[in-house]
């Protein structure tokens, strides 16, 4: 299995502009995370999907953060607008079914700039 | 909420035992995850607790008291390649809540 995907890897842009970030899991795992990592604040989780719906999204820090889970096989984190504060590792991960939640698999991760 | 705290640093030489310990204040627990991050890259998983006890897998051991709401991550034969940041998480709900993380260095 190629593991979870992420794209882009790296992403630098100005401030006010729109950032997509994209995740393809691994097949078959039903649980996607979205995380960010600063060294201010660790790692954080943004959002869960369970079966492409959105179980928990209380750290998702406002409202121009967005996530989608369309299928089973891609999700997207969404800025608009972007700020500097927003310049992390965003970090995409799944897992596979409900007892083996507790292992989570991680992609390689987006690191984001905003200038 | 979730408060975990785990010492920042740790220096230890190659061969060298080095425990991580992990003490933890939730709300709601279902057990104690460990992973490991190299610097500029993603964390991986290592161990999951949900008993008391100690978890054994090679190198490396995982332990859980869940009345002292506490763990610790073991590492044992320390070899270069141990270098990198190490999290303990809680696990609760489907999600897992990390650590700052230990900052492990082993020197030759």
């Known amino acids: 299995d190629a593991g979870v995907i992420q794209s882009p890897r790296h992403e630098v842009t100005e401030m006010g502009q729109e950032v997509t970030l994209r995740c393809k899991p691994i097949?078959?795992?039903?649980?996607l995370f979205w995380y960010r990592q600063t060294m201010m604040r660790g790692l954080e989780l943004l959002i869960y999907?369970?079966?492409?719906?959105?179980?928990?999204d209380s750290g998702m820090p406002e409202d121009r953060f967005s996530a989608k889970m369309p299928n089973a096989s891609f999700s997207t984190l969404k800025i608009q607008p972007s700020e500097p504060r927003d310049s992390a590792v965003y970090f995409c991960?799944?897992?596979?079914?409900?007892?083996?939640?507790?292992?989570?698999?991680f992609g390689p991760g987006t690191r984001l700039t905003v200038l | 909420g979730q408060s975990l705290e785990q010492p920042s640093e740790v220096t230890a030489v190659e061969g060298a035992i080095v425990q991580i310990n992990c003490t933890y204040q939730?709300?709601?627990?279902?057990?104690l995850s460990w992973y490991q991050q190299h610097d500029g890259g993603a964390p991986t998983f290592l161990s999951y607790n949900a008993l008391d006890g100690l978890e054994e897998t090679g190198r490396f051991s995982s332990f859980l008291s869940r009345s002292d709401s506490y763990g610790y991550l073991l590492l044992q034969e320390l070899q270069m390649k141990d270098s990198a940041s190490y999290f303990c998480?809680?696990?609760?709900?489907?999600?897992?809540?990390f650590g700052a993380g230990t900052t492990v260095t082993v020197r030759a």
């Open positions: 991960a799944s897992s596979f079914g409900p007892r083996d939640a507790d292992t989570q698999y």
């Open positions: 939730t709300s709601g627990f279902y057990g």
């Open positions: 999907f369970n079966n492409n719906v959105p179980i928990d």
């Open positions: 097949s078959g795992h039903d649980y």
């Open positions: 998480a809680v696990y609760n709900d489907y999600k897992l809540s």
